[in-house]
């Protein structure tokens, strides 16, 4: 997936839109006829080139008419390199995440440093060190897949306050352990916590209003690989929800599952589709399904 971008305001830029299919390097030679190609290959080496907002490095970056592509006049965002984490879209006002199970996206009172936050934080103050980064919504530790980051708070808060009308779309891949009882259906069922932090399904049918919809793409004997999509986005609900069916997630002993092979939680944040606060763009930003999750499938069947 490519990595970034809209240029801050402080960036001049030039845009195009792209008539007629093609790819990436062929198309900057034909719009840039008085530079030199070296000038020009230079532009996706210094990763000043966008296409439909986000930076494109390869030469051969596939182009459809109608796309909109974008030339910063200086260097764009500087790239992340961390194991646990990259960057796949970043702006002046946002910043997206895909980060790995294990990793927290805040700090606890245990833990400060290793964090999603800290991380993140410290690659942009690297950059300007005034730089401030604001969580606008949460992964468990045990949850891979993407996050979102406001770059103020103004715009943290904005997000937040109209979380449900900015954001189209969120879903999840999971590998449930059973055979499901149906191909798709809806999970609705309210939830509460325990003095041990454990969220769950109260069996008296009090607790906050959480509502999940599922999709099983594919079911293999004793496990199944479910796509979930919320409605609501509480804490922990996911995992909650398939525990109060019967099919707790692989590797969730939390939750009620047995032990497995699997050596994390499988559940990842798969899809952020969401209107941008700003520009009032859709941004739609998906991650492939964990090969692990495949295989945990394909070898029980």
């Not at 402080?10 to 198309?27: A, C, G, M, W």
């Not at 690659?123 to 993407?146: A, C, M, N, W, Y």
């Amino acid at each position: 997936m490519p990595e970034s971008v809209r240029p801050p305001r402080s960036k001049t830029q030039k845009e195009f839109i792209v008539e007629s299919d093609s790819t990436l390097l062929p198309f900057l030679f034909s719009v840039f006829r008085d530079k030199s190609r070296t000038t020009v290959k230079s532009y996706l080496t210094h990763r000043q080139v966008s296409v439909n907002d986000r930076i494109a490095t390869r030469h051969d970056t596939p182009l459809r008419s109608g796309d909109r592509i974008a030339i910063l006049s200086g260097r764009g965002f500087a790239p992340l390199t961390h194991p646990m984490l990259r960057i796949v879209f970043e702006d002046e006002y946002l910043i997206v995440i895909d980060k790995r199970e294990g990793l927290l996206s805040m700090g606890t009172e245990r833990e400060k440093e290793r964090t999603a936050y800290h991380i993140l934080s410290h690659h942009i103050k690297q950059q300007d060190p005034r730089g401030l980064i604001f969580i606008v919504h949460r992964l468990d530790r045990e949850t891979s897949g993407l996050m979102l980051f406001a770059k103020s708070q103004a715009i943290q808060e904005k997000l937040q306050k109209n979380w449900k009308q900015i954001v189209h779309k969120r879903t999840y891949i999971a590998v449930a352990e059973g055979i499901m009882p149906q191909q798709e259906g809806i999970i609705d069922a309210p939830l509460c916590e325990n003095s041990r932090f454990k969220v769950y399904v109260p069996r008296n049918g009090e607790g906050i209003p959480a509502v999940t919809h599922y999709r099983v793409i594919r079911q293999e004997r004793q496990r199944a690989l479910v796509e979930l999509e919320l409605e609501t986005g509480r804490k922990n609900q996911i995992r909650a929800h398939m525990e109060s069916i019967g099919h707790p997630i692989v590797g969730d002993k939390k939750h009620g599952a047995p032990a497995s092979d699997a050596g994390r939680v499988c559940l990842h944040a798969s899809t952020l589709c969401f209107e941008h606060p700003v520009t009032g763009r859709l941004l739609n930003f998906t991650t492939s399904i964990p090969r692990l999750f495949e295989q945990l499938v394909k070898r029980i069947g």
